[in-house]
Nanobody
Framework: QVQLVESGGGLVQAGGSLRLSCAAS????????MGWFRQAPGKERQAVAV???????YYADAVKGRFTISRDNTKNTVSLQMYSLKPEDTAVYYC?????????WGQGTQVTVSS
């Protein structure tokens, strides 16, 4: 059974930084894509950043140049370093792992950016 546990959310002022981490367990993740999605109130969940098993990355246009995704295959973790945070980054952030076409999700962690 796949389990994803996120940590690192919180309240920060605009221009500040936060680092989100996700610890995965229950499967072998070295060949899985891992990523972060977010969902703001009244909006659909959207991809923020994704990293493939080989290290290839995708970033949403809204976060390019400000967020950096990384993974440690030896520890089954994926992290999201967020800089220059904006109020529009406020959302619940979810860790995601895709294995064999199946999506697995963490419970979500709240990020709130005050202006």
């Amino acid at each position: 059974q796949v389990q994803l546990v996120e940590s690192g959310g919180g309240l920060v002022q605009a221009g500040g930084s936060l680092r989100l981490s996700c610890a995965a367990s229950g499967r072998t993740f070295s060949r899985a894509a891992m990523g972060w999605f977010r969902q703001a109130p009244g909006k659909e969940r959207q991809a923020v950043a994704v990293i493939s098993w080989s290290g290839g990355t995708y970033y949403a246009d809204a976060v390019k140049g400000r967020f950096t995704i990384s993974r440690d295959n030896t520890k089954n973790t994926v992290s999201l370093q967020m800089y220059s945070l904006k109020p529009e980054d406020t959302a619940v952030y979810y860790c995601n792992v895709q294995i064999g076409g199946t999506d697995y999700w963490g419970q979500g962690t709240q990020v709130t950016v005050s202006s």
